[in-house]
């Protein structure tokens, strides 16, 4: 009886002839001799293993074997693992997805800054070094009149720098109903335990009246701070203090007073929906809060940033903290940042050329335009084999803004002959561009308000080659 296992350890390739070979293919990304020679050992190890266990054919092409597998690792290695997608969800702030889509300026800028050298920290003027904050700070007190500003790379580190620097050691009062947790796990309290403030809760889950802060106010107070609940909703038998009261009793009591407004809104939303109620930065700062902070990437539809914003001796004490450093913002982010809040110098165009803006405020009817288009070409490549529906939906805000707030949309639902709606979603999330959409109710639906214009072709190539491969 012949020993298989002993026949294809005698045909594993050489290590040298191996590196040859994969060295004259022009298919393969060039690497380094020395990180091609570990591969193939590897790959032969592993090949080797397989012999001496008998899971080899005992007429396999050993050297093909080892070869193809050396190849997928080649070609494995040099795959991008952040990847555009096509969001088809119809979720315009998706955290998972990359939050908000960058305004064109902005993306200029960052191709701008990014390919050589800036004044990132250097003075023009003075000759000297700068700070690099001031490239938006006068930008930030502009739009929303604020005596000052900082950014920091997320809302996440504008809370814990802030409240480090203000409470460190000392009590900070907020409402129980407002200890929220934010994605990712992180919940207020913890942010909190970590900045070395010492949480002091007022209140229930639903109700807490300005006479709970008055009542819990004592030696070791050091701030009141209001969290909006920004990712979801207590409605029915609710109350919660307007941040005007609690600036007011801040004022009566000696005591600062912090907002965390977490989606970083800079125009008034109910101009474009009735029903779009969400504070605005300018809003809280003008009722003399005195610390607001917020996110970049959320309904200011930046890259992700935390902006603290308030009175000028508090931005001055957060900028001094030696935490500033850990947290501070890149020369990137700082471009995009830039040209985003430009945008603001005008709100009317802002909505046109911010595109999570721009994706909240679409009216219905180009929606449905784009979607019979879409159907149109997806019929064309499909045949007979797939079938397309349109109906109408609903989109939602998401990235923990506006909680509860449905868009109208317009939806394409996709169905595939032989394919079931869970693998015709795997499918198309393992395309060259990923399309991620809904899976409901055994069926697969586009949501056509996040989806964009300049999606539309490599949307419909890419289901055309699921079709095609049926």
Known sequence: MRDTG?????????????????????????????????????????????????????????????????VKVLKEMTRFRLRRVINATGVILHTNLGRAPLPSRALTKVVEIGKGYSNLEFDLERG????????????????????????????????????????????????RGELIEIGGEFRIPEIMERSGAILKEVGTTNRTHLRDYENAIGPETALLLKVHPSNYRIVGFTNDVPIEELVALGKKASLPVMFDLGSGCLVDMKRYC??????????????GTDIVTASGDKLLGGPQAGIILGRKDYIGQIMRNPL??????????????????????????????????????????????RAGRIKRQLEKVGGKKLTVNLCLGKSVVGGGSLPGQEIDTILLTLEIT??????????MRSLPIPIIARVEENRVFLDIRTVQAEDIADLVKGIASIVESC
Request: proline share 4%.
């Open 128 to 175: 000297e070094r700068g700070l690099r904050y001031d490239h938006v700070r006068e930008l930030l007190r502009t739009i929303t009149g604020a005596e000052d500003g900082l950014v920091v790379n997320n809302n996440a580190a504008a809370v814990l720098i802030s409240l480090n620097t203000i409470a460190r050691g000392k009590e900070v009062i907020v409402s």
């Open 418 to 427: 032989g394919l079931s709606a869970s693998h015709l979603s795997y499918r």
């Open 6 to 70: 002993k026949e294809n350890l005698k045909k594993l390739p050489k290590i040298d002839e191996l590196m040859e070979k994969i060295s004259q293919r022009g298919d393969l990304p060039d690497i380094s001799r020395q990180l091609l020679k570990e591969i193939c050992r590897k790959e032969v190890e592993k090949v080797r293993a397989l012999a001496l266990r008998g899971a080899l054919k005992p007429d396999g092409n050993v050297e093909e074997i080892v070869t193809g597998k050396i």
């Open 324 to 369: 500033n450093r850990a947290v501070r913002i890149d020369k990137l982010t700082l471009a995009a940042l830039e040209a985003t809040l430009m945008e603001y110098l005008n709100p009317e165009t802002a909505v046109a050329h911010i595109p999570v803006l721009k994706e909240i405020c679409e009216p219905l009817a180009p929606i449905r335009r």
């Open 274 to 287: 009735r029903s779009m109620d969400e504070p605005t930065i300018q809003s809280a700062l003008s009722k």
